[in-house]
């Protein structure tokens, strides 16, 4: 059975979509990966036929048949909204990854995602990853403080604001940054280390 990784937010902007290529791109070197695209928009689907080491699939059938697909890890990215079928795809996924920008508003946009989360009893399967960082700033530590309310693991590894994520999804290449490599393969680990 594959390990599904579902990355959702409620709140647009917070870099869901690139941080779900970079870590399926990340996973890839190993393991054999499809990221299911549920965001209307299709960011990702339209740059399918771009990625030739993992698919990208805008999925159209029943969620139940999701574990069943081929695939070691099955990324999915959602919408910046509530969809009928969230709280399905959040009872399937072995962990969900809820990415959040470190702002005051990024958190209190983020809180009906936690609600989700708690409703689906997935709490002990989230973590929450600060995602576009922005370099010495004061703001990420207070983001942390009130993140704790939330009462959901948050990554250790925090992803900064680097254009060689972005990058990376437009011309299809491998992360060159050392600083992006190395977030994203610890972010990596946390995962696969939540999901042993």
């Given at each position: 059975m594959?390990?599904?990784?579902?990355?959702?937010?409620q709140k647009g902007g917070v870099g869901k979509s690139t941080l779900?290529?970079?870590?399926?791109?990340c996973f890839a070197k190993s393991a054999n990966i499809v990221i299911l695209d549920f965001d209307t928009?299709?960011?990702?689907?339209?740059?399918?036929?771009?990625?030739?080491?993992f698919k990208i699939l805008q999925y159209k059938r029943e969620i139940?048949?999701?574990?069943?697909?081929?695939?070691?890890?099955?990324?999915?990215?959602?919408?910046p909204y509530f969809t009928d079928n969230l709280m399905d795809l959040i009872k399937i996924s072995d962990i969900v990854l809820l990415p959040i920008k470190p702002g005051v508003l990024d958190v209190l946009a983020s809180k009906n995602s936690v609600d989700?989360?708690?409703?689906?009893n997935k709490e002990n399967n989230a973590m929450i990853v600060l995602n576009m960082v922005k370099p010495n700033t004061t703001l990420t530590l207070?983001?942390?403080?009130?993140?704790?309310?939330?009462?959901?693991?948050i990554a250790k590894t925090t992803i900064s604001d680097l254009v060689a994520y972005t990058r990376s999804v437009i011309l299809n290449t491998?992360?060159?940054?050392?600083?992006?490599?190395s977030q994203m393969e610890n972010l990596s680990r946390e995962i696969l280390m939540k999901l042993i």
């Open positions: 594959p390990k599904i990784i579902l990355l959702t937010s779900t290529f970079n870590l399926a791109k928009q299709g960011s990702l689907s339209q740059i399918s036929e771009l990625v030739s080491n139940k048949e999701i574990p069943l697909l081929p695939y070691d890890f099955i990324f999915i990215d959602t919408p989700f989360i708690i409703q689906a207070d983001v942390l403080i009130s993140l704790e309310e939330f009462n959901l693991p491998d992360l060159k940054d050392s600083r992006a490599i």
